[in-house]
């Protein structure tokens, strides 16, 4: 049974499922900023994966970044796993812009997290369920 590390359900927002990672969203609206995890327990570092799941977290990576750099005209996407705060395996995928909260340095602990409303978490899940493809599956919330 897949769980997901208390620090990723505090501080995200699920979307939903691709075939091997869940798609969340940090709850920080200076940032269009997603998160994949591979739903496989006890995974840390992306070499620990096997080499089907390794492809298939790079084929959803860049299949979601590039989807988010068309759907919010991004001027960069930032693409990365570091792991140093939360152990567990987790790709971020971020939505840069020349006119962001933090342009151009790194958007970790750069502002306060500026919590999603209702209406604008309302309006991303209308977008992506525009674009998503058949094999996303969403999350109700």
Known sequence: MFAL???LQQDTL???DFP???LLLSNDA???WFILVPRR???SELFQLDVADQQ???LETTALAELLKDLFDADKMNVATLGNVV???HMHVIVRKRDDAAWPAPVWGKHPAKPYDSEQLAAIRAQLRVVLT???TFLEG
Request: net charge negative; aromatic share 12%.
């Open 30 to 32: 200076n940032y269009p």
């Open 56 to 58: 298939q977290l790079w």
């Open 134 to 136: 058949e094999d996303f």
């Open 87 to 89: 152990s567990q395996m």
């Open 41 to 43: 327990n006890d995974i």
């Open 5 to 7: 590390d208390s620090r």
């Open 14 to 16: 699920a979307i939903g």
């Open 20 to 22: 091997l990672c869940r």
